[in-house]
């Protein structure tokens, strides 16, 4: 091959984005969007800063094959290992000493953050049994947003042995916005289903 035909060749070549499709649209669509909507600065843009994804053990926190079904439900619906977190206190009324497992978590941030808030809005929440959209009050005072599921079942990553014992989890979305309802916008672009007012 001649050394002009491999510039011609060259230069057909695309670039492929290894970014997430959520990632990418917020950066060259929504960002600007949200800024013109809520009349802010750019830098005032609410933003989305980690997602974590825990699980509490509750009663079961002794129980071995419940730690190791928890850890397998949250490696397989996030592709990440998670981390067991401890209790920070003594409770003799829930037989509770400090340094207990009492659930297992995973934080998510940058690519994996956003794929797996795609997979949760466009294929997890529509498999929910009579959803009718998530709560709008599911907002604390920051602006974080928090949803919980009573079982694993319903993320298509895990097969039906794996979800024979079934076990909650709460996915909490950290956001830096100045208001509720700035978070609540942000959310909105990425596709969050929002249960209308009035129900």
Do not use: C
Not at 66 to 81: D, P, R, Y
Not at 135 to 162: A, H, M, Y
Not at 185 to 191: D, I, Q, S, V
């Amino acid at each position: 091959m001649t050394e002009t035909k491999l510039k011609v060749e060259s230069k057909k070549l695309k670039v492929i984005s290894t970014s997430a499709r959520l990632k990418t649209l917020y950066n060259e669509q929504y960002k600007v969007e949200l800024a013109k909507e809520l009349k802010l600065n750019i830098n005032e843009v609410p933003k989305l800063r980690k997602i974590s994804v825990n699980v509490g053990l509750g009663k079961a926190k002794d129980d071995k094959k419940l730690l190791e079904i928890a850890a397998n439900t949250l490696s397989k619906i996030t592709g990440q290992m998670p981390v067991s977190t401890t209790s920070r206190l003594s409770i003799a009324t829930f037989k509770l000493r400090e340094g207990n497992k009492i659930g297992m978590m995973v934080t998510l941030r940058g690519n994996n953050m956003y794929e797996f808030m795609d997979r949760t809005i466009n294929i997890v929440l529509p498999r929910l049994r009579d959803f009718h959209g998530v709560s709008n009050k599911s907002f604390d005072n920051q602006g974080n947003f928090s949803i919980g599921f009573r079982d694993q079942s319903v993320f298509p990553e895990l097969t039906f042995e794996e979800t024979s014992t079934a076990h909650g989890l709460q996915i909490n979305f950290v956001i830096d916005a100045k208001e509720k309802a700035h978070a609540q916008a942000l959310l909105t672009k990425f596709g969050m289903p929002f249960m209308k007012e009035g129900k």
